[in-house]
Structures are given as C-alpha cells and as structure tokens.
C-alpha cells in the first residue's frame, strides 16, 4: 500500500515559504529590538536588574541632545528633498524616453550597490579635496583663485548622502511611472492643460504611491546615519547615529545608547506619521483636487 503525503494547499504555500524569513526576522531583529528597549528603562547594577527608572530617558531630554536629534531631523530633510529633485526627472526620462536603452540607465543605476560602500568613499575624497578633482577643474577654468575647503563639512555630507541614497528614491518612483497610462497625459493636453498642470495634477498624484515609498526608504535611514557623517564631515557635527554608536561601543553605557535611541525613534516615528499623512494627501483622486 502506497503512502500519500498529504500537501499544504497551494494558498498556504507562500505562507511557508516566507516562515525561514520570518523566524530570521524574528530572532535577529525583534528579540534585539525588545532588548534594547527594555535596557533603556531597567535600573542594572552590579547586583542585577533592581528595578524600571526613567532617568535615563529624561537624561536625553535636554537642549544639547534635542539638538543632536534636530539635525538629523533636518539633514534628513534635505536629503530627501534633493534626492526628490534628482530622482523624479531622471526616473521620468528613463520610463519615457529610455526606449531601447532603458534598462543600460537602470544598469548604471544600480552598479553603485555592487562596489564597497568604503570605495564610493574614498572615491569622493578624491573629488572634495583640497587638491582633488573638483578644486583642480576649478582653478584652471578660473572660476576660484584658491582651493575650496569642502572636505569635511556639511557640504560634503549632503553630497555623499545625495549619492548613496538617490537610487532608493529613483527605483520606486520609475516603478510607478513605469505603470503609468500616458493616454492620460495626451487627454489632459487635448483639454488644454499645460505641461506643469498635467504634472501636478494628474502625474504627480497618479505617482505619488513610489514617491512615498522613496521618501521612506530615503528619510529614515538618513535619520540614523553614523558613516557617512564620520568619514565625510569630520565629526564637527554631531548626529544621532554618532551619538549612539559612542554609547553603545562605550564600556558600561550601552543602557545610555539604548535610552537615547527610543527617544530619538520616538521622534522619528512622529514626524514619519506626519510625512505620512502629508503625503497622503497628495493621492487624492484627481477628479478631488480641482
């Protein structure tokens, strides 16, 4: 007698697959999470766990490290505001005009993920500096007398940040654009519409679902970057990710770095529920805006 094995219905399968994903997740990201939440409020000493205090919560909440959370605030900002200005015009040229090179621009796109961050780096070091690239071409089209000072400064960061993050904007937005019905674009100019009402109109909110995606996955991790500020600016400006990573490398104020974390991602998830819904309420139905 043949033994039949009885096999998951074909509704349950993806469900199964995603389990070995799911319990990774679980274990090295989840499990940490808590840990470190938990260490922020629990009292340690030498003896062990005495007790939950929030003195180390209200440590953080003062002028100085308020600061340190503004400016990461603010250089998120501006990060994802200039990787918007990028990134929707080049998506928009690769998805309509890139015809048959459309996927050798993707290809240029993307190669930057498959080199060591460490060599976009260095290779920008080469550019900035004082003798580099860039001050080089300068002075011989005589635009400067002397060399600029850009290394290590906000100059900088915002130009390495503006690097490394603009593909996480342009891939989201070209997938919407991608999708886009363009008969909508020539109705609207049969209708008499300019170009920049079509765009704001009818292209911008019938996209706006990638533009959320690429301000997320631009906005936060800007938010918590340590690196790029390191390397590039110098450590003149101090940032959250630099103000943990101290803590947590730190002997004994790993508890400090957790507790500054949760109040610097409480803060995050405030403003990110705010972004949130501001950009909501850009994908309104068109017919809604008038």
């Keep these: 007698m043949k033994m039949r094995f009885l096999r998951p219905p074909v509704s349950d399968r993806p469900f199964a697959i995603g389990i070995p994903a799911l319990i990774w997740q679980v274990l090295f990201f989840y499990i940490p999470l808590l840990i470190i939440v938990l260490t922020s409020f629990l009292k340690i000493t030498s003896t062990g766990i005495v007790g939950v205090t929030f003195d180390k919560i209200a440590h953080f909440l003062n002028p100085l490290y308020l600061r340190v959370i503004v400016s990461s605030l603010v250089l998120a900002i501006i990060n994802v505001i200039l990787c918007f200005l990028i990134a929707y015009p080049l998506a928009y040229f690769i998805a309509f005009k890139g015809r048959k090179i459309k996927n050798f621009l993707l290809f240029l796109l993307l190669i930057p993920f498959w080199t060591n961050f460490l060599l976009h780096v260095y290779a920008w070091f080469y550019v900035l500096e004082r003798h580099g690239f860039l001050n080089n071409i300068l002075l011989q089209i005589g635009l400067i007398k002397e060399p600029l000072i850009l290394l290590n400064t906000n100059f900088s960061i915002i130009i390495m940040m503006v690097y490394y993050y603009l593909p996480f904007m342009v891939l989201p937005i070209y997938n919407s654009l991608e999708r886009f019905n363009t008969s909508l674009i020539e109705a609207s ?45 110098g450590d003149k400006v101090m940032f959250v990710g630099n103000v943990v990573s101290e803590y947590i490398l730190g002997e004994g104020t790993g508890s400090l770095g957790a507790a500054f974390m949760v109040v610097s991602c409480v803060i995050l998830l405030i403003t990110a529920v705010f972004f949130y819904w501001l950009l909501g309420r850009f994908t309104e139905p068109v017919r809604d805006r008038g």
Excluded: H, N
């Design 189 to 233: 100019f049969d209708l008499g519409a300019t170009w920049l009402q079509t765009f704001r109109r009818i292209i911008l909110p019938l996209t706006m679902r990638g533009v959320r995606a690429g301000f997320f996955l631009v906005y936060i991790p800007s938010f918590g970057e340590f690196a790029i500020p390191s390397l590039m600016g």
